[in-house]
Nanobody
Framework: VQLVESGGGLVQPGGSLRLSCAAS????????MSWYRQAPGKERERVAT????????NYADSVKGRFTISRDNAKNMAYLQMNSLKPEDTAVYYC????????WGKGTLVTVSS
């Protein structure tokens, strides 16, 4: 299993970023995918999850209405569109798949600062 995140960077408050996760090594269309984040000095927290077909999604309360998770099963890709970013969204963002055990990418850093 390999998960590779991309798309992080520095953005001003109120700005937007789109994160991508390239997945390989498993039957992607069979599994739900999640995005987690870990801010400095804090525990890793789940941000959003999307079902295997994309028909069900759920979000942490802190990002509802601002973030959108999506997936493309033809390309083995997952995405996280982040709008109206706030300084408290600053974190390393990780792509995750759970198949009895958790698999993680190496993460991509998002910094929201003026």
């Amino acid at each position: 299993v390999q998960l590779v995140e991309s798309g992080g960077g520095l953005v001003q408050p109120g700005g937007s970023l789109r994160l991508s996760c390239a997945a390989s090594g498993f039957t992607y269309s069979m599994y739900a995918m999640s995005w987690y984040r870990q801010a400095p000095g804090k525990e890793r927290e789940r941000v959003a999850t999307i079902g295997s077909t994309g028909g069900s999604v759920n979000y942490a309360d802190s990002v509802k209405g601002r973030f959108t998770i999506s997936r493309d099963n033809a390309k083995n890709m997952a995405y996280l569109q982040m709008n109206s970013l706030k300084p408290e969204d600053t974190a390393v963002y990780y792509c995750n798949v759970y198949m009895g055990v958790n698999y993680w990418g190496k993460g991509t850093l998002v910094t929201v600062s003026s």
